[in-house]
């Protein structure tokens, strides 16, 4: 008999949630009603941040931040290779040009010293960006303190995407522009929480904040101050720019509410569960994720590298295995520059060493705040199989 087959990650829904959704889908609103400003207000304030706006996704999130900045036809934007593809797609939204900064083999997050370099170079030929995107792998916040530095110094637009760290802490603070100009968050059915879809953006800066609240709603506005008109009675609106439908609905802000409320609970165990591979696999031939004293993953994911030097088994040797063994290991992420869109535009292997040395050797494995103990022992002893020797 086939055992049960543990994914990667798998969404964590209670009665509760499924309740707080029904008692939305009752209510006289389904969009644009109290939820939305009320999850937007407590998420903020759980990130230390003056202003959250809630919206349909995280990449309509980094889309309109960017705008927001100001980023368009004859904007660069740099962000990692080591991140899904929506981190460098929102740039060419814009209609700007990509590029990336190799990441920190240690950390797997966009390389500081990397990216010093590259912004000294880029000086001299006065081909500066205009915005950063660091991506805070796996839950692991990226050096943003420095960054900040380095954009205050350069020039550039700090956005962080924040897509897998909910709930994870920079410097004692939780993550949330307290560093970045804006960061992103996501929703995504396998985030830290979720509301099936959906993303938010924190952010202490203000006028960010009015742009990205107008923008996700066609441009339009109601707000009187924001009119070159005068409102011709209170039926009156004007479109001011060319905007998005971006908005969250109240049920998805329903789960939100009602997911946030268990998200310390939910971030302990994703803590233990990742503490238990660090014991468990110590001894393995593998490379365990970076842990540092400055900063709290939210353990968005578990990656391991299989370590050339010991092993006698390859990352697609180990892969297989474990998926024959009904364990749903995963692979994040395919650098985006081998992507066949990305490639076209001249990106190549050799200029980015770190990442493609990440990727020949990377495994994500399950870690989720609903796995059991018993799954857990299930992967671990499974990865010990796949590793041994035939």
């Known amino acids: 008999m086939v055992a049960d087959f543990i994914p990667y990650s798998r969404q ?59 980023i368009g036809p004859g904007s660069r934007v740099w962000t990692s290779p080591i991140s899904f593809v929506a981190s460098a797609n929102c740039a060419l939204y ?11 083999p240690s950390t797997r997050n966009m390389s500081l010293s990397s990216l010093a370099a590259k912004l000294s170079a880029a000086k001299r030929r006065n081909e500066l960006p205009s915005a950063v995107i660091p991506v ?24 962080e995407d924040a897509s897998h760290a909910t709930g994870a802490t920079y410097l004692g603070v939780p993550i949330g522009a307290q560093h970045a100009h804006a960061s992103i968050f996501s929703f995504h059915a396998v985030k830290i929480i979720t509301t099936g879809e959906g993303g938010m953006v924190l952010t202490n800066d203000g006028d960010i904040s009015r742009r990205v609240r107008l923008l996700r709603s066609h441009g339009v506005t109601r707000d009187p101050q924001m009119m070159q008109g005068q409102p011709h009675g209170p039926w009156y609106y004007e479109q001011t720019s060319l905007g998005f439908n971006y908005r969250m609905t109240e049920i998805q802000a329903a789960l939100g509410i009602s997911q946030l409320v268990r998200l ?12 238990r591979y660090d014991e ?50 995963n692979v994040h992420y395919i650098p985006i520059h081998r992507q066949p869109f ?19 050797r990377a495994i994500s494995i ?3 705040p609903a796995m059991s103990d018993c799954q857990q022992d299930r992967v671990i002893a499974a990865l010990r199989n796949a590793l041994r020797p035939s």
């Not at 919206?55 to 705008?67: Q, R, Y």
């Not at 310390?264 to 503490?275: F, G």
């Not at 292997?349 to 493609?356: D, R, V």
């Open 280 to 329: 468990a696999l110590a001894d393995e031939p593998v490379i365990l994720p970076r842990r540092l004293a400055d900063r709290r993953s939210a353990w968005h994911l578990y990656v391991i590298e299989i370590d050339a030097q010991r092993a006698t088994r390859s990352r697609a040797d180990v892969f297989e295995r474990m998926r024959a063994a009904a364990i749903g290991v």
């Open 12 to 70: 964590d829904v209670t009665a509760e949630d499924i309740e707080a959704v029904c008692l939305a889908l009752r209510s006289e609103f389904l969009t644009q009603g109290a939820l939305v400003p009320e999850f937007e207000n407590r998420f903020a304030r759980r990130h230390a941040a003056m202003h959250g706006i809630a919206l349909s996704n995280a990449t309509a999130g980094l889309h309109l931040v960017l705008l927001a900045c100001g």
């Open 94 to 104: 814009c209609g700007a040009t990509i590029d990336f900064v190799d990441i920190d």
């Open 342 to 360: 990305y490639a076209r535009m001249g990106f190549e292997a050799h200029n980015f060493p770190a990442s493609e040395s990440y990727y020949a």
């Open 264 to 275: 310390d609970e939910m971030y302990a165990r994703r803590e233990r569960l990742a503490a």
């Open 136 to 159: 805070d792998f796996a839950g692991l916040p990226a050096d943003l303190k420095e960054m900040r530095e380095l954009a205050d110094e350069y020039g550039f637009w700090l956005i």
């Open 366 to 368: 399950p870690l989720f």
